[in-house]
């Protein structure tokens, strides 16, 4: 039997399952597919090609030099021709791959018609498995994050005292919103300068006569092991320290504050989970750190990104078309180009997001998700939007966090009530207001801020749905307090904005 393996582009790790079941380096042919297929899906953004692109060049040359015989095929066609030409060459009897993350492709993957069986691999990319995770969901009635972050905390032995969680509490969230106030001073990200290998992927997509999205250049993403990990060890040394209070601040000009920006790297294999967590946690009893910034920075890879990748895992094929709100109005165009509005949050979070592919959590969930959601967008659209625009998307992690946690899109599977907020949050949590056109404090008249009208539009039609919804009581309360005369302005409002994007 000949053993075969293709490793995709987010495998890049070389304990990943596939690798690991073989210990013949040499007897054992490796495949990596660069494939434009998948690029013409969605007008991806291009640092995000680049990105992959260069990471996955960088890791056949890591397993060349480990004494692994890898063939790296480059291809403007399907992953199929290559595929099956790379099996009759080598003889391959059997083809080895990891499970993929994403189911789409691991769909793709059972229509080859190829010559040779597929073995199946475990993925072993995340902390907790399929048959893990579904242990623990068909125990309970309701999947509450809070639940399953407890008890990975226990599971792994991670910022524990016995039994008990460290500080004899399990959250610090409510000391982990301190709104900006004054001049902040984070410190500068950690980027690289492109190699020989990133300058050529560079110049490759450039080259590309398909539709994409954002700047290519300044390029400063980590594309090895090496370089993630450094980014992993400035992180801990420089940012971590201060992560938590700041956790949900927008600032102008601070695109990445004290975030990890480890996202890309741990979704792409580059950097594991729990080598993650145990970094943060040993930081916690060397140099003696906050408890809220360390413990709120492990929740949110042993807790959300775990819990989210679960749900995906256990979810069936249409979660994605879940459109719980029955909203249909189509992506406004300055999504895709930042100058056309004039709101200020959404242009100065959209132009970072087309400088870098990044914006970090809040920006993401309160401004431009929010203003999906509360302006009435189709999720589907949504969803497509963000997969393409956001250097660490992948549809596993996309439909839970931008289906389920930014648009309620189902109906509450994941998350307690919507993330619906009007200006005044916005303007709580940033600066962006200060230079903006439009009023936070009016919801009526010229120049009251379109989030507001969206914001209270959006109670408006869909109270009944709400009022299911316990913890929206409060804010249905406000509501009803409001006069038909106010609300009529409100709906009409609403209508004049949305016939202008
Ligand atoms: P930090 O804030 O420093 O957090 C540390 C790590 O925790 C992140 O690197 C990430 O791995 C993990 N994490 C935190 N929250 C989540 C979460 N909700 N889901 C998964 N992992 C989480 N994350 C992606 O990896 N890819 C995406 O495409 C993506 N899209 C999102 C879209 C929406 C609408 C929302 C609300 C969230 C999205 N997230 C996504 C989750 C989260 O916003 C990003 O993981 C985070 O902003 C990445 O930046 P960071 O590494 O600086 O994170």
């Not at 291009?46 to 480990?66: G, I, N, P, T, Y």
């Not at 398909?210 to 990990?229: D, H």
């Not at 895709?336 to 970090?360: F, M, P, R």
Request: charged share 20%.
């Amino acid at each position: 039997m000949t053993i075969g393996i293709w490793i995709l582009g987010d495998q890049l790790w070389s304990q990943q399952a596939a690798l690991q079941s073989c210990q013949s380096h040499r007897d054992t042919p490796i495949i990596l597919i660069e494939s434009l297929e998948f690029v013409r899906v969605r007008p991806y953004h291009r640092q995000k090609l680049v990105l992959v692109w260069s990471a996955m060049r960088h890791f056949a040359d890591e397993l060349r030099d480990a004494g692994w015989s890898v063939t790296y095929i480059i291809t403007a066609e399907s992953v199929e021709v290559p595929l099956k030409k790379w099996i009759q060459d080598h003889k391959i009897t059997q083809l080895r791959v990891m499970i993929p993350n994403d189911k789409p492709f691991q769909d793709l993957m059972a229509t080859l018609n190829l010559s040779c069986p597929i073995d199946w691999r475990e993925n072993n990319h995340f902390l907790w498995n399929e048959t893990e995770f579904k242990q623990w969901s068909n125990r309970r009635k309701r999947l509450l994050m809070e639940d399953f972050y407890r008890e990975g905390r226990q599971r792994f032995n991670i910022l524990m005292e016995g039994k008990q969680p460290l500080g004899n509490r399990w959250n610090f969230d409510s000391e982990n919103r301190k709104p900006p106030k004054g001049k902040l001073n984070p410190p500068r990200p950690l980027w690289f300068e492109p190699d020989q290998i990133t300058r050529a992927v560079i110049e490759q997509v450039n080259q590309l006569s398909l539709p994409l999205y954002g700047k290519i250049e300044p390029f400063g993403w980590a594309v090895t092991r090496q370089q993630a990990l450094e980014v992993l060890h400035y992180f801990i040394e420089e940012r971590l320290p201060n992560f938590g209070s700041y956790q949900d601040a927008m600032v102008t000009g601070e695109q990445t504050l004290w975030h990890a920006l480890l996202s890309p790297y741990l979704n792409l294999g580059l950097l594991q989970p729990l080598e993650v967590i145990e970094a943060a946690e040993k930081a916690y009893f060397d140099k003696n750190l906050p408890l809220n910034s360390v413990e709120g920075f492990i929740r949110q890879i042993l807790g959300w990104r775990e819990y989210l990748h679960g749900i995906y895992r256990v979810m069936n094929r249409e979660y994605s078309q879940h459109n719980w709100f029955d909203h249909t109005q189509p992506l406004p165009e300055f999504f895709w180009d930042a100058k056309k509005t004039d709101i200020n949050c959404l242009s100065q979070v959209l132009s970072q997001v087309e400088t870098t592919g990044y914006a970090h959590h809040i920006q993401r969930l309160m401004i431009l998700s929010n203003f999906a959601l509360i302006a009435g967008l189709s999720p589907q659209e949504v969803e497509n939007w963000f997969h393409a625009v956001f250097i660490d998307a992948y549809d596993w992690v996309m439909q839970t966090n931008v289906i389920g946690m930014g648009l309620f899109a189902d109906g509450g599977i994941l998350a307690s009530k919507p993330y619906a907020a009007s200006a005044n949050y916005v303007n709580k949590m940033s600066d962006y207001c200060k230079s903006c056109a439009y009023n936070p404090r009016s919801r009526t008249g010229e120049n009251a801020c379109p989030l507001n009208v969206f914001y209270w539009n959006f109670l408006d039609r869909h109270r009944e749905k709400l009022k299911s919804q316990g913890r929206m009581n409060l804010v249905l309360a406000h509501l009803d307090k409001m006069s038909e005369n106010e609300l009529n302005i409100i709906r009409q409002q609403a209508e004049n904005w949305l016939s202008r994007f």
